[in-house]
């Protein structure tokens, strides 16, 4: 008689738990967004961690209203996103999405800098406008309202450029496939030759030195809200004057005046970031695979990144990097044998030079503190934007750091060593995605300096 009461007494218990997780879930019915005045409502429905009918956890919605509000600021397409639900009865809710969009569409005057960063323009170029590239961009960050990006160029200064290039992110109903095209010509007169003492040598003449093109196409696939696997096939082709080949006759790949090649690129990408242009919570990973085929002289690389923020409390978090490429040199080209200071392998603290080899990694780990924001008044444009605000962040860094090199040459001691660099800086944080780095730093050369590093993103 008592097993059949504690049985009886268990099978009620466990009716009354199944009810209250039934309870526990509530249905999407409607979701609604306003604001979204050339942006089309799938491209917004896209980046949404749940659809209409979906059930979820009344615990889980507030989380994932933060996530959908993440990932639409992600997107660049929007100055503000607020993301709310609404509840029509106690099994029932409405989500209601805001955006203000920004403005998509940018004639955008160039003044870019040809060197790898501002402090080796300021220090090591002297400020020379002769390293400048100026002229127009027009570019379409959201062109058709499809997510779509167009851009077009006419360059003119240190580099000539024709750049015409168009990304569509989604091709199928399920928004999973996309696909981009570009093409870029470009003719200069002045070429970094080699590299001495880990400084940046450069040849100029009056004449044009350098000229080529680029062509490719990429197909991309996202499956979920944060990866990404995109292909990337190019051809092109890079002809040097008969000056350059003199200074210089292993320049190029092929070690002559000029360089054909059709090259496959393989990446993968899970990003998963509070705020993607300065993240303070999340983590990605990225992961590299490329390869040029070119008479004889083939090119393989592999590279691997991930990084992580954590927050330590509401004002603090800390930030770790770590960043490894491999390169399998057909030979010992100048062209392919650029590794740390270039791309996105660089250490802070040693912007003033740069270190070839066959592979490097580097190792960065930061702390930042909230200062607190500012809110200012556009007093010029009001119509446009009525007030900007900034962000300021300061923290304190330290890179470490390390390049294999087969053969160094040119008193470049910097490879087969430890580098190691420490500093402070603050940074900046404003709208579109535009993030100012100020840093002062030391390394282990002894050198002290302040480096300034920023982005804007149209």
Known sequence: MFKKTKHSFFLVILFFFCIECIHAQIRISAIVVEGNKQTKEYIILRELPY???????????????MIAQQQLVNTSLFTDVLVTSIHTDSMTCNIKIQVNERKYFFPIPVFKLVDRNFSQWWNVAHRSLDRVNYGINIRGSNFTGNYDKL??????????????????????????????LGLQYFAQKEINTSSVSNKQVFYRTEGV?????RSNISFSYRPNLYERHILQIGIGKNEISDSAFLIQPAYL???GKSFSYLDFTLSFSKIKFDYNPYPTNGS?????AFHRFSNKNNLSSIQFRRI????????????FESNTAIKFLPNHNYLDSKLMGYGNLQLDGLDNYVIDGNAGTLLRAEWHHWLGSLTVKNIIAKKFLPEVKYRFWLKAFTNLGYVYAEKPINNNKLSNTLLRTIGVGLDVISIYDFVL????SL???????????AGLNF
């Open 443 to 453: 390394n282990q050369l002894g050198d002290k300096g302040l480096y300034l590093r």
């Open 209 to 213: 030195i350098q000229k080529g093109y």
């Open 51 to 65: 659809q209409i009918g979906d059930f979820v956890s009344k615990d889980s919605l507030s989380y994932l209203n």
């Open 437 to 440: 780095k100020i840093d002062y």
């Open 253 to 255: 790949p092929s070690f």
């Open 284 to 288: 990605s990973t990225e992961f590299l």
């Open 151 to 180: 851009t077009l160029g006419l360059i003119a200064g240190y580099t000539q450029q024709a750049i015409i290039r168009y990304q569509f992110p989604y091709l199928d109903k399920k928004l999973k496939f996309g696909a981009g």
């Open 308 to 319: 992580l923020a954590s927050p330590l409390s509401a004002k603090n978090f800390i930030f």
